[in-house]
């Protein structure tokens, strides 16, 4: 995991819990209207993916436990996890791209209807994401998944000065190339070619030479569509297009995307694809449901897009008529970490990575409310461009205090909390009771993402040991911890 160079410790701020009245007088428990819906509170939990689908996309009885242990705790609005739109295999995660995987998601729905009293918003995150296989054996790598062509050869000649390369077959080139060290690999494999065999293969938005990625534009909107239309039928509040992080919408508008067909280079370029993908989805589900949309505010990478490029991009989405813009801030492929042999990159490993899901392990600033600055940029640039789409800022935010002083400054309009409510879901009812005192403080040290890094079932560290002989509850896969959070006895 990257850290900086001279790491400060940051304690998890005090605070002042408010009384049953503060909060009810607070603008963090005063109602906002989304779109065609009114939220019941400015109060909501992000996506996060929990690994309890089936290998083959379905939802599971963990699933709905995990969905009904937030809804208890009443957030005004609950977003599902990424959900991949396209009907291919995809691991344990879950899908929406055939409708065979309605039942599953109406009954998710039910089931956060049913525990939260109609009081939660059910939002669900649609996603696309391009290949990312894992880190190759070397001796495979050569054997098998590297194409050999004259090119090895010519810079096989120009190493060694013996022309004898230039006639070699591919077994001979293979050979030479398993038995090369580092240094001579650098030399006759090109960037990409380095890039497979050291973090596994990955493709890019860019890699146009490939009909599948060259023809996305022609097809991602329909996919995008139909997976919002299942969204709606499902019983879905609304539908939120993911275009945040490394997958494929925020390749399309990564800095990094010089893409030549007119979906590539200049911002506007960029964010065409984003803009038709929307329209597509908004032609479909009509005009009296939710479309929001999450995006970086930063992407954190060398080359990657900047504050001014979000704030072109949530003007864009504002005026195309979204519902409402989630921001959030880097995890990116491009500054990863490299993977083991037979494990995928990840992209929270980077400090793009650490600027997503920051810890109290951090610089000067610390880790607590760190994206603000670039949301509060976002809010005015649409505020002056003359809309009132509401922004939601995440990242850190973990006190009341906190949340009602970012909505008092006016830099987001919703306060969205993702570890915080993993660690307690119940923040949202016992901060409006007057009982905050109780709330189960996050402490941003990441055991969670770890879970979520090794694919396995995620939960948090200070409650997954805990009352392990309460009757009837469920245990992960290792048969160590529960799964999920205790009940809060009121
Ligand atoms: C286990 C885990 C899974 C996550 N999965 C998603 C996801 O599916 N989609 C997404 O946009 N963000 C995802 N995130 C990022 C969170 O939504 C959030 O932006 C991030 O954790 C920072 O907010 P926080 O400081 O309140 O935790 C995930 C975070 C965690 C910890
Ligand atoms: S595991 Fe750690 S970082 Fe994750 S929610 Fe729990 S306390 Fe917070």
Redesign the pocket.
């Known amino acids: 995991m990257w850290k900086f160079l001279n790491p400060i410790k940051h304690p998890i701020p005090s605070t002042r819990w408010p009384t049953v009245e503060e909060a009810a007088l607070s603008l963090l428990f005063h109602p906002i209207k989304i779109g065609s819906l009114t939220l019941a509170s400015r109060t909501w939990v ?5 690994w309890r689908a089936t290998e083959d996309g379905f939802l599971t009885q963990d699933n709905l436990s995990w969905y009904r242990r937030f809804a208890e705790g009443r957030p005004a609005a609950l977003v599902v ?2 959900t991949g739109v396209r009907d291919i295999p995809s691991g344990p995660l879950l899908r929406i791209g055939h409708d065979r995987f309605l039942p599953g998601l109406k009954q998710l729905v039910e089931t956060v209807r049913e525990a939260s009293d109609g009081q939660t918003k059910l939002f669900i ?1 649609i996603i696309d994401f391009l290949a990312v296989k894992r880190r190759p054996d070397p001796d495979k790598f050569f054997q098998r998944f590297l194409e050999i062509t004259d090119r090895h050869r010519e810079a096989m000649t120009e190493l060694t000065l013996d022309p004898i390369w230039l006639r070699a077959d591919d077994v001979q080139i293979r050979v030479a190339l398993k038995d090369a060290g580092d240094d001579v690999l650098a030399r006759i494999l090109n960037e990409r070619e380095l890039e497979s065999l050291r973090f596994g293969y990955r493709e890019r938005v860019t890699d146009t030479h490939l009909p599948h990625v060259r023809e996305l534009p022609q097809v991602l909107p329909s996919i995008f569509a139909d997976a919002a239309r299942r969204g709606r039928v499902a019983g879905f509040d609304g539908v939120e297009l ?1 275009y ?2 490394a997958y494929t919408m925020a390749g399309f508008l990564s800095a990094l995307n010089n893409r030549d067909d007119g979906y590539g280079g200049p911002r506007e370029n960029r964010v065409r694809l984003p803009l038709e993908v929307y329209r597509a989805v908004r032609k479909t589900v009509g005009n009296d449901y939710v479309v929001g949309v ?1 995006f970086l505010g930063d992407e954190v990478i060398t080359g990657g897009n900047r504050i001014d490029d979000a704030v072109y991009f949530g003007v864009e989405f504002a005026k195309a008529g979204m519902d409402y813009l989630s921001i ?1 801030k880097g995890g990116k492929f491009e500054d990863a970490e490299q993977p083991k042999v037979g494990q995928a990159v990840y992209p929270y490993t980077g400090q793009s990575g650490y600027e ?3 810890t109290t392990l951090s610089d000067a600033r610390g880790p607590f409310g760190r994206s603000v600055p670039l949301v509060g940029a976002i809010k005015h640039a649409t505020g002056a461009a003359g809309f009132t789409t509401p922004i939601v800022a ?4 973990t006190t009341f205090e906190q949340a009602e002083s970012i909505l008092r400054s006016g830099d987001a309009d919703i306060i ?5 409510a ?1 660690a307690d879901p119940d923040w949202f009812v016992k901060v409006k009771l007057g009982r905050g005192a109780e709330v189960r403080r996050c402490t941003y040290t990441n055991y ?2 770890a879970l ?1 890094q090794a694919h396995r079932q ?1 939960t948090c560290k200070l409650w997954d040991r805990k009352e392990l002989d309460e009757p009837g509850i469920a245990m992960a896969a290792d048969g160590r911890r529960r799964l999920l959070a205790p009940t809060w006895e009121r």
Do not use: K, N, Y
């Open positions: 992000p996506a996060m993916v929990p996890e990424a995150q993911h945040a992080h999450r959030s997503c899901m920051p995440t990242g850190g935010i969205g909390m993702a570890r915080q993993l969670c993402e979520d995620v």
